[in-house]
């Protein structure tokens, strides 16, 4: 999607503050909401290509106005709203006016050191060849549909090197939208100075990890 | 709950998935499985939840033009009516969210990516198995996994320097170094590195030659990177504890590096 969440290159931002971070407080609603999140996503079938697309269908002044914890407020109040499983109502109130059927249990809390230790795998086996190899040339294609994409806009169009092929993995362009289909996927180089014409290193690369789909021989 | 663990491995991880942010689970090998049984020993895991609903992007900007349009400015009241209400409605568990909390205070930080970091400084070999397979490595040395399952190490050298960012959203190995920092979420960060790497730096007080290679790592996909940092000059002699001290978080992502010992060292 060509959303403004899609910043790598975008001018306008000013010097970045390395502000230390506040630690995490159970009174903070920064901390609870990303806890809420890891706390009803994990034993749902939503999954994270789905997740970072609904915050992506934020309007980008929303986005852009919100800070971080707020977006996953946002993101995480459409997916439930577009589940059926809370109403505008509900949320303005934190009261329920119905139960959903079929949610399950929640998670418990025994269950968190057991996420925490295995993590999610989105690699899958292979079900053909790759059709690149570490040292081919390609080239980002113009992939820019208005759902789920993990190309971003800076790398469309330009040549880079395949540096490593990660195997295959779940594809979020599909998977985001409730298809899981795997591609090979693959670390690839840009010269810097072929990305941005102001850059005068000669030297300096930007690796992006590109599914195959994205990419065509160059 | 768990049928087989001889049959087809997904198919043993059918209910292990509702567990994940993913239906997509480790299979690599016993070792995952192992993990797996030991930390979920005991733990009721009943109830699925089924998700089949439209996954559209014109419906979901849609219901978020009328979430926005509906619901009060001030993030606070309107995540704490959240959490009431999922709670009320058996969604959540805030046992769970205290839990999550906890652990993200206490147990998952960059004290993980540290320890990795002083072993593969004093340990040849395991730095090998590091640069070679950094996810199953650092389960060597009990740092947990998740967001951390396809690990890879990038290694600064006198002539190079990696950095990480995800222009994207927020990427970043939790299992090594926890939850992201606020500047590494920033959108002066995510928008700038990518496009004046030196720059940022130099923010970060870093400022390198033209014959030092820059190389920065966009976490567009699922694979996620930590920086391996230099070993700073009058260390020789000191233990992993000693140097797993000098680590910082910030050196693990790029935009510092380890400074030499101060004092006595």
């Avoid at chain 2, 606020?182 to 959108?187: G, R």
């Amino acid at each position: 999607m060509d959303g403004v969440h899609d910043m790598g290159g975008m001018h306008g931002f000013g010097a970045v503050d390395p502000v230390p971070n506040r630690p995490l407080s159970k009174n903070d609603w920064h901390a609870r909401m990303f806890a809420i999140e890891l706390s009803y996503t994990q034993p749902g079938g939503f999954n994270v290509d789905w997740t970072r697309h609904a915050m992506e269908c934020m309007a980008p002044a929303a986005y852009l106005s919100s800070e971080y914890f707020d977006r996953w407020y946002w993101r995480d109040v459409g997916i439930l709203f577009n589940a059926g499983w809370v109403s505008i109502e509900e949320l303005k109130t934190g009261q329920a006016l119905s139960i959903p059927e079929n949610v399950g249990d929640p998670l418990r809390p025994e269950a968190v050191p057991a996420i925490l230790e295995q993590g999610v795998d989105t690699s899958r086996p292979a079900t053909g060849t790759a059709a690149f190899k570490p040292g081919d040339r390609v080239r980002a294609r113009f992939h820019a549909p208005l759902g789920a994409t993990r190309l971003p806009r800076y790398a469309r169009g330009h040549v880079g090197t395949v540096e490593t092929c990660h195997g295959w993995h779940v594809l979020p362009d599909t998977n985001a939208h409730g298809e899981e289909r795997a591609e090979p996927l693959y670390s690839v180089g840009f010269l810097a100075h072929q990305l941005w014409e102001e850059v005068t290193s000669p030297i300096d690369k930007i690796f992006v990890d590109l599914w195959e789909g994205y990419l065509e021989p160059a | 709950m768990i049928k087989s663990c001889s049959a087809n491995k997904f198919d043993v991880f059918a209910t292990f998935q509702d567990l994940c942010i993913d239906a997509s689970v480790c299979c690599g090998g016993d070792e995952p499985l192992k993990i797996w049984h030991r930390a979920i020993q005991g733990i009721d895991l009943r109830g699925k939840r089924q998700v089949s609903v439209p996954r559209d992007s014109k419906r979901m900007m849609a219901l978020q033009e009328e979430l926005h349009s509906h619901l009060p400015s001030e993030a606070a009241l309107r995540v704490k009516a959240l959490e009431s209400l999922l709670v009320e409605k058996g969604i959540v568990d805030s046992a769970t969210v205290d839990r999550w909390i906890d652990a993200f205070g206490d147990e998952v930080g960059p004290k993980n990516g540290a320890r990795v970091v002083a072993r593969a400084w004093t340990d040849p070999a395991f730095k090998q198995r590091l640069m070679d397979n950094a996810s199953e490595a650092i389960t060597e040395l009990g740092c947990p996994r998740l967001e951390a399952n396809h690990l890879i190490v990038v290694e600064n050298l006198p002539q190079l320097h990696n950095v990480v960012v995800c222009t994207l959203c927020s990427c970043y190995p939790w299992g090594v170094l926890g939850a992201p920092p606020t500047w590494y979420k920033s959108f002066e960060y995510r928008s700038r590195v990518v496009r004046d790497p030196r720059g940022v730096l130099r923010e970060f007080g870093l400022d390198f030659g033209e014959d030092v290679e820059v190389r920065v790592w966009d976490s567009t996909a699922q694979i996620r990177y930590l920086v391996l940092p230099e070993r700073p000059a009058g260390t020789e002699g000191f233990d992993e504890e000693q140097l797993a001290a000098l680590v910082s978080r910030d050196a693990m992502v790029g935009t510092a590096k380890v400074a030499p010992p101060t004092g006595g060292g």
